[in-house]
């Protein structure tokens, strides 16, 4: 099966993010093992994150992920049943 190259970008983006996702549960289960609050591992997760997109893609691409991350929260895109989708 032929697939062209958005869909094939598309598969690899995809794959990517199950990747990510997969690392990011991994860390959190470790630090909660670890006997650390769930408030402290997502601020301490959202600070890495933002820090390392402004120093990649700057300001402007990080406000828009803010942005699209508060669109999925207000359409319950991050309700436990829908995060591996």
């Known amino acids: ?13 995809h794959e990517k993010k199950q990747a990510a996702i997969e690392y990011q549960h991994e860390a959190w289960a470790d ?6 609050e769930p408030e402290i591992l ?3 997760a959202f600070a890495n994150a933002l820090t ?3 120093r ?3 300001e402007e691409a990080a406000l828009g992920l ?3 991350l508060r669109e999925q929260i207000i359409a319950g ?3 436990p049943n829908r995060i591996l989708q």
Not at 3 to 12: G, N, S
Request: aromatic share 2%.
């Open 1 to 13: 099966m032929n697939h062209a190259p958005t869909d094939l970008d598309e598969l690899i983006a």
């Open 31 to 36: 630090g909660i093992s670890e006997g650390i």
């Open 42 to 44: 997502a601020e301490a």
């Open 52 to 54: 390392e997109l402004l």
């Open 56 to 58: 990649s893609t700057g």
């Open 66 to 68: 803010l942005d699209k």
């Open 77 to 79: 895109e991050f309700l």
